[in-house]
Nanobody
Framework: QVPVTESGGGSVQAGESLRLSCVAS????????MGWYHQAPGKKRELVAS???????NLVWSVKGRFTISRDNARNTVYLQMNNLKPEDTGVYFC?????????WGQGTQVTVSS
């Protein structure tokens, strides 16, 4: 199992905010660009936000202007600040290294946005 623990999900109304946190083991965190993946109900998991070891970030177009990803190297933690949430943001959010072939995943954290 990947050495991360995700938290911060919940049930909110559209337009509200959530902040997700992912604490990783030091060795895993310090070797990898990190990302947040979103799995909507009935759909495959997709990378929505990533941050490199040096702090460069990338977001998919659907969350640009609403989500911010950051990493705290002193705490081995990566955050996803989610503002102006929409019902289509509903799903399970997973934290993992940025890779095409991640085989192991954590439990994720559930986000539910109602209209």
């Amino acid at each position: 199992q990947v050495p991360v623990t995700e938290s911060g999900g919940g049930s909110v109304q559209a337009g509200e905010s959530l902040r997700l946190s992912c604490v990783a083991s030091a060795s895993f965190f310090n070797r990898n660009a990190m990302g947040w993946y979103h799995q909507a109900p009935g759909k495959k998991r997709e990378l929505v936000a990533s941050v490199t070891l040096t702090g460069t970030t990338n977001l998919v177009w659907s969350v640009k202007g609403r989500f911010t990803i950051s990493r705290d190297n002193a705490r081995n933690t990566v955050y996803l600040q989610m503002n102006n949430l929409k019902p289509e943001d509903t799903g399970v959010y997973f934290c993992n290294k940025v890779a095409f072939n991640n085989a192991n995943w954590g439990q994720g954290t559930q986000v539910t946005v109602s209209s």
